[in-house]
């Protein structure tokens, strides 16, 4: 599989980083030696109660090599991370590993020099490591991928059965979905129920992302956004009909995608393969209900990538583990030798049995995934989890957080009806000329 991609700490924080943070010096150069132990290293994580990921990696490092510990450092979730942790760097006080979590400050880190080259490392994970290609800047690579999460459609076959509405098979394009959408609002809208076809969150990636991944020639930093125009008309044209909550009622009554398909309110949802655990979760709680549901390929823009026999385009971010540029020397193989087990098969199979997508999708994390009680378990919901070429959804470069930044006002507006679709696109292309260039 194909799997590429990458939003900001800001002009202010790049500098800061830039001032304060290390070179890297003798410590880049360091080789993949073998850790001498006994060490302990440590790992910035977020969450650490609700978030069993990071801990899991250390625990199954750990197990494998009894002489490195890894410790982990808790920041605040969402946001916050990212301007917790940049503090932190800036201070000299940040751990030696630490989660690029959003990758559009990826290259913030890089450039303030807090990352350190870890080529090396890279250069010993399988090719077909997700994300890992894009990466690289100027031929060298400063974070590893060690999930890597793609967007599928998720859809409930008890809701489907009830409208007798044929379930996806693999072939949809937007249209097909679009029809689907419709005629599941209108049998629930006449058995008297509130639910809808489908539910799209709030979010710009899940009308920009799918855009610029499956449309021919699109590029964020072209200037050029007229992409984006089709995946805009068919959003609205769902909410005016009725198939989709609208944006208004989405971010007023602050509604979230697990509730809504959780609790049976939408028969479809486009979201990452992030929701498998969580939704698995979820219905072993009580949270969600109890259905029978399945995963298929996102629908695709032409026929030509639809279908099993095809590989479908769709998008996802990797999340990158780097190494602290400021690490004590001592401290660097061991570091080293802890992103490689991350990143390779061992630290895959320790993420997939509870039920996170690692970035190296191999036969044993295939077949760990579904074994977990509660996930389908269909040809389908294998091929949708399997088989896709994920493109990014913020490529690396200098102005893709800027750039984002816009899109995401246009987002909003579009959305909300404060303006055309053209007229919103046509505002965001003069943004981008004029304030980033």
């Known amino acids: 599989m194909n799997r590429k991609i990458m939003t900001a700490v800001g002009t202010a924080a790049a500098v800061t980083l830039a001032l304060t943070a290390c070179s890297g010096g003798a410590a880049g150069d360091a080789a993949t030696e073998e850790p001498a132990g006994p060490v302990t290293i440590s790992m910035a994580g977020w969450d650490l109660a609700a978030v069993p990921e990071f801990q899991t990696l250390a625990d199954a490092y750990h197990a494998a090599n009894p002489d490195v510990t890894v410790e982990l450092k808790e920041y605040p979730a969402g946001n916050d991370y990212d301007t917790a942790l940049t503090a932190d760097l800036a201070a000299g006080t ?18 303030g020099g807090t990352l350190l080259d870890i080529s090396d490392v890279a250069a010993e994970l399988d090719p077909a490591t997700g994300g890992l290609e894009a990466m690289a800047i100027d031929g060298a690579t400063y974070a590893v991928p060690y999930r890597q999460d793609s967007w599928v459609l998720y859809y409930n076959k008890d809701l489907f059965a009830q409208a007798g509405v044929a379930e ?44 610029l991944a499956q449309s021919d020639g699109a590029s964020l930093d072209s200037g050029d956004y007229s992409y984006l125009e089709p995946f805009y008309e068919q959003a609205i044209a769902l909410q005016d009909g009725g198939a989709q909550p609208t944006y208004a009622t989405v971010t007023t009554n602050k509604l979230t995608y697990q509730a809504q398909f959780g609790t049976q309110q939408s028969a479809m949802l486009p979201m990452g393969s992030w929701y498998i655990a969580t939704l698995v979760k979820q219905q072993a709680s009580g949270e969600a209900n109890a259905f029978e549901w399945g995963i298929a390929p996102i629908p695709q823009l032409e026929s030509s990538t639809a279908g ?12 990158t583990m780097g190494i602290n540029s400021a690490i004590d020397e001592a401290k660097v193989a061991a570091a080293k030798d802890f992103l490689a087990f991350a990143a390779g098969p061992e630290g895959a199979a320790a993420l997939a049995a509870i039920g996170i997508t690692p970035a190296l999708i191999d036969d044993t994390v295939t077949e760990t ?15 949708a989890y399997t ?23 246009t987002h909003t507006a579009i959305m909300s009806g404060s303006v055309p679709v053209a007229d919103g696109i046509a505002e965001a292309e003069e943004r981008v000329a004029n304030e980033v260039g």
């Open 94 to 111: 940040a751990p030696d590993v630490f989660i690029v979590k959003n990758l559009k400050n990826y290259i913030t880190f890089q450039a």
């Open 168 to 211: 996806p098979d693999g072939s949809w394009t937007w249209e097909d979905y679009d029809k689907a959408a419709v005629a599941l609002s209108a049998a629930f809208k006449a058995a008297g129920s509130t639910a809808t076809g489908t539910y799209q969150h709030g979010w710009q990636s899940v009308v920009q992302g799918f855009a």
């Open 308 to 319: 099993v026999d095809n590989t479908p385009v769709t998008f996802g971010d990797p999340t």
């Open 369 to 383: 995934i579904f074994r977990l009680e509660g996930v389908p378990t269909d040809d389908l919901s294998k091929f």
């Open 387 to 409: 088989t896709h070429e994920t493109l990014p959804e913020n490529p690396v470069g200098e102005k893709t957080a800027a750039i984002q930044t816009i899109l995401g006002e």
